[in-house]
């Protein structure tokens, strides 16, 4: 049974940092798309990052791009988002993802119909 379990989440100031973790369990396949997308209520879940297991590719969506960088450990199948430079519009509900269909090139499936599993969310607040 696959298992994706996020922590890092939290309040912050603007201008302030945080870091999402994201441990992925059940499943063997090598090749596998890990990300993270958020969702403020009413609005559709939008794509953040995303790195490939093995080729290598990064997704980062226009307005995180600067700020946040993604990284991973396949051996350890986790993957963690530094966010920096938080602002309001960061606030948002952050779930992480899995996609078992990618992985093996530099595609990076950007689309939430694209991934197979999902974590539980956890709230980032930016707030003065």
């Known amino acids: 049974q696959v298992q994706l379990v996020e922590s890092g989440g939290g309040s912050v100031q603007p201008g302030g940092a945080l870091t999402l973790s994201c441990a992925a369990s059940?499943?063997?396949?090598?090749?596998?798309?890990m990300g993270w997308f958020r969702q403020v209520d009413g609005k559709m879940r939008e794509g953040v990052s995303a790195?490939?297991?093995?080729?290598?590719?990064?997704f980062y969506a226009d307005s995180v791009k600067g700020r946040f960088t993604i990284s991973r450990d396949p051996t350890k199948r986790t993957v963690s988002l530094r966010m920096t430079n938080l602002q309001p519009e960061d606030t948002a509900v952050y779930y992480c993802?899995?996609?078992?269909?990618?992985?093996?090139?530099?595609?990076?499936?950007?689309?939430?119909?694209?991934?197979?599993?999902w974590g539980q969310g956890t709230q980032v607040t930016v707030s003065s």
């Open positions: 993802a899995l996609a078992l269909r990618f992985g093996n090139d530099a595609y990076v499936p950007t689309r939430h119909y694209e991934y197979d599993f």
């Open positions: 059940g499943f063997t396949s090598a090749y596998y798309v």
């Open positions: 790195v490939s297991s093995v080729g290598g590719g990064t």
